[in-house]
């Protein structure tokens, strides 16, 4: 959860249709419009692989060992993947297993069908009773039938649910996880080469690691040092094998974060990894952790990217 009061509010951005992520800018990031008691703010908290696994883990705590009374989909930007009719073949089933690969969750249900969650910019699992007050930004509703329920919120409304028949699970083209033994930096230098952008550009391309997002891409490349403008194909072995290595640490480190947080997505809900613990997204302007230079903030493919001119070369 993000601490920082200052960081804006998720209530007007409810409709989804008037507000692509685009439109959120640094700026209003940075307002100290209200945020209510409770609400977090997404930018701080956009979903990557940690936070996705602790989700993934959180479903199935919910649901495994239940049977599915209802699926509702409260949405309609949720309802275009997952329509009442295929929501509907949910009642009576059960989720045998939940596993997650990239940012996709993959609930395998007792047909074989599989239920594909992705969160993208601010979707969580909140577990609780039927007889509870929905929460706000419910958008899917799972209730068992003993009388508890997952529900997916979204605050804006932008996550995907899907349901694939038996055998059909069809993903986008994804790279290899990066705390598997196939993201090696050989690996790595065959994804990148010919790629003209620059490494944090490509970081974020699922198809070259399956993963990560903003947030981790920055503090990866700090981690390893590399100054994340250099051209991607430019990484030779040392630099692309520092690279693995940080981006492993980075995300072990949240994943311990995730782990020991709130199961039930409440206020310490996993991101201790927020501005205090980064180590240098969101630090424009503050001194490196390592060599005190003031972090700075450019643009990258319509993203921030934050990093050290001192010691990221
Ligand atoms: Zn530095």
């Known amino acids: 959860m993000c601490h920082r ?92 297993a939940v596993a997650r690969r990239g940012k996709h969750q993959l609930a395998t249900i007792d047909d074989g069908s599989t239920l594909e969650i992705h969160f993208r910019m601010s979707g969580e699992w909140l577990v609780g009773r039927a007889a509870d007050q929905l929460p706000r930004f419910a958008r899917v509703v799972l209730d068992f039938t003993d009388g508890t329920r997952a529900v997916l919120s979204d605050s804006r409304a932008l996550g995907t649910a899907r349901l694939h028949p038996p055998d059909a699970v069809a993903l986008p083209a994804l790279g290899p996880e990066p705390l598997g033994p196939a993201f090696t930096a050989d690996a790595l230098g065959a994804a990148l080469e010919r790629r003209r952008t620059a490494i944090k550009a490509a970081l974020l391309d699922q198809r070259v690691v399956a993963g990560i997002g903003n947030i981790y891409a920055a503090e990866a490349l700090w ?14 072995p040392a630099r692309r094998t520092r690279l693995v290595r940080a981006i492993r640490a980075v995300l072990r480190r949240a994943q311990r974060a995730a782990s020991s947080a709130a199961p039930d997505g409440g206020p310490d809900d996993g991101r201790e990894n927020g501005p205090d613990s980064w180590r240098v997204y969101d630090r424009d302007g503050r001194p490196c952790r390592r060599c005190r230079a003031r972090i700075r903030r450019i643009t990258q493919g319509g993203r921030s990217t934050y990093y050290c001119p001192r010691c990221q070369r």
């Open 223 to 236: 981690l390893a040092r590399i100054d994340p403008r250099t051209p991607a194909a430019a990484l030779g």
């Open 5 to 96: 009061p200052m960081h804006g509010p998720t209530t007007a951005l409810d409709a989804p249709t008037e507000t692509g992520p685009k439109r959120m800018t640094r700026g209003r990031h940075r307002q100290g419009l209200a945020r209510l008691p409770g609400e977090a703010c997404y930018l701080c908290r956009v979903p990557e692989l940690p936070e996705v696994e602790r989700g993934a883990r959180i479903l199935a705590a919910a649901a495994i060992g239940r049977t599915l009374a209802a699926a509702r989909v409260l949405h309609p930007a949720y309802r275009r993947r997952l329509p009442d009719d295929h929501a509907a073949r949910l009642a009576g089933r059960a989720i045998v």
